[in-house]
């Protein structure tokens, strides 16, 4: 039988494999990338814990200009006059070293097609309305200010449908001023006016715990994502001792009367009930929790300031803000406390904004006010934010939350 023979062009190429499985019998195959971190997306409904970073190369560009037509004059630190900040971005723990992404203004429209977000609450939550509605112009050049239904502030976006607005309501429950001459005409004779002006009180303002401010008592159906807060106005700063809040249920004086801190877990207690009965089931509703103040060497009618470029360290929140220590700004912890509370049990989720917030001292608009003797007449703003800043972490984590939300076809 003849030898089958191959060509020398057949046989090199076996060689060749023959003499590599000689010389590397155990080389080991090539291994996979290491898994990457999950986007944070969804995650972002638990974004409380993390760190500021510097914001990763190449940053993205600004989302808007402090010629937004929806910014506020006492906000918009760069035109009247502050250095920029630092690019930062909050890398929440649970994302893996991921920084929060930046909201996609257009993308964002798009899911939201044909909706309705509102904000109800104090300036705080302005702040945040403020900076989503610039973010949100960023990608609709007709977007135009929208003020029916009684909100304060809005925005609406014609390329999408969308509406976004604001309504203050600083206390959420319905309250009215009482001077101490109508007082009077209710409650006492005018001969003894006299004599029941000795303890000092010049007048009261009625607090009615179980019917919402005008503001939003209406709008509870119009909307298909509702962000809730109070807590700043709960304060003697607000309602001091000549001038207290006195609390009403059913049409009548709460006995024994209500200090404003029980007052305020009365509240929330209240409105939260009312949430749950009368916003449908369908519609996001979140609770958004306190963002602190950065006053030091006094309260803001007391030469308080906030005038800083960094941030605090993790082991000084502590002294910042602990009520423990008894400082100025201890009130964001204690009211986040009794939100806690006055919640539990309820199906209304936080949008956790605290924690990442203490760190930034740095963020105030301070003595950059816009307006001239503005810190004369009202000392720093050590309470709100500049924005562009921090405000718009907040927008990007609010934004993931409400797409999670619209994705599942909740919304």
């Given at each position: 039988m003849p030898r089958l023979r191959l060509p020398l062009v057949l046989l090199l190429p076996i060689a060749l494999t023959l003499l590599l499985f000689l010389l590397f019998p155990s080389s080991p195959r090539p291994r996979s990338p290491p898994p990457q971190p999950l986007p944070c997306g969804a995650a972002l409904s638990d974004a409380a814990d993390g760190r500021w970073v510097p914001t990763p190369s190449p940053a993205p560009p600004p989302l808007y200009s402090p010629s937004c037509p929806f910014h506020r004059n006492a906000w918009n630190c760069l035109r009247n006059g502050r250095p920029q900040l630092p690019a930062l971005s909050w890398a929440p723990t649970r994302c893996g070293g991921a920084v929060v992404p930046r909201i996609d203004a257009a993308g964002f429209l798009a899911a939201a097609r044909g909706r309705r977000i509102g904000l109800v609450g104090d300036s705080l939550s302005e702040n945040l309305v403020v900076a989503l509605l610039c973010a949100l112009r960023s990608a609709?050049?007709?977007?135009?200010?929208?003020?029916?239904?009684g909100a304060w502030r809005g925005g609406y976006f014609p390329k999408e449908d969308v509406v976004v607005a604001y309504h203050r309501a600083v206390l959420l429950a319905k309250y009215t001023s009482l001077t101490w001459w109508l007082m009077m005409q209710r409650w006492?004779?005018?001969?003894?006016?006299?004599?029941?002006?000795?303890?000092?009180?010049?007048?009261?303002?009625?607090?009615?715990?179980?019917?919402?401010?005008?503001?939003?008592?209406?709008?509870?159906?119009?909307?298909?994502?509702?962000?809730?807060?109070?807590?700043?106005?709960?304060?003697?700063?607000?309602?001091?001792?000549?001038?207290?809040?006195?609390?009403?249920?059913?049409?009548?004086?709460?006995?024994?009367?209500?200090?404003?801190?029980?007052?305020?877990?009365?509240?929330?207690?209240?409105?939260?009930?009312?949430?749950?009965?009368?916003?449908?089931?369908?519609?996001?509703?979140?609770?958004?929790?306190?963002?602190?103040?950065?006053?030091?060497?006094?309260?803001?009618?007391?030469?308080?300031?906030?005038?800083?470029?960094?941030?605090?360290?993790?082991?000084?929140?502590?002294?910042?803000?602990?009520?423990?220590?008894?400082?100025?700004?201890?009130?964001?912890?204690?009211?986040?406390?009794?939100?806690?509370?006055?919640?539990?049990?309820?199906?209304?989720?936080?949008?956790?904004?605290?924690?990442?917030?203490?760190?930034?001292?740095?963020?105030?608009?301070?003595?950059?006010?816009?307006?001239?003797?503005?810190?004369?007449?009202?000392?720093q703003d050590c309470m709100h934010w500049c924005l562009p800043g921090v405000p718009d972490t907040w927008v990007d984590i609010l934004a993931a939350q409400i797409l999670h939300h619209f994705k599942q076809g909740k919304g």
């Open positions: 609709d050049d007709g977007a135009r200010k929208w003020k029916r239904r006492h004779p005018v001969e003894n006016s006299e004599e029941d002006r000795k303890d000092g009180i010049k007048g009261t303002y009625r607090v009615d715990v179980d019917i919402p401010a005008n503001d939003w008592i209406n709008v509870t159906k119009f909307y298909d994502v509702l962000i809730f807060n109070t807590g700043h106005w709960w304060d003697r700063y607000k309602f001091p001792k000549d001038t207290p809040l006195v609390f009403y249920k059913g049409g009548k004086p709460i006995e024994p009367p209500l200090d404003i801190h029980s007052g305020l877990k009365v509240v929330l207690k209240s409105i939260a009930s009312y949430i749950e009965r009368e916003v449908p089931r369908k519609t996001l509703k979140l609770w958004r929790t306190q963002s602190p103040r950065h006053f030091y060497g006094g309260e803001w009618d007391h030469n308080g300031s906030c005038v800083s470029d960094r941030l605090l360290e993790e082991h000084e929140l502590n002294s910042w803000f602990d009520p423990r220590f008894g400082g100025v700004n201890k009130e964001a912890r204690m009211v986040n406390l009794a939100i806690q509370e006055a919640l539990a049990g309820s199906e209304i989720p936080f949008l956790n904004l605290t924690y990442m917030s203490e760190f930034r001292a740095d963020a105030h608009p301070a003595i950059w006010l816009g307006k001239k003797d503005a810190v004369a007449v009202y000392g």
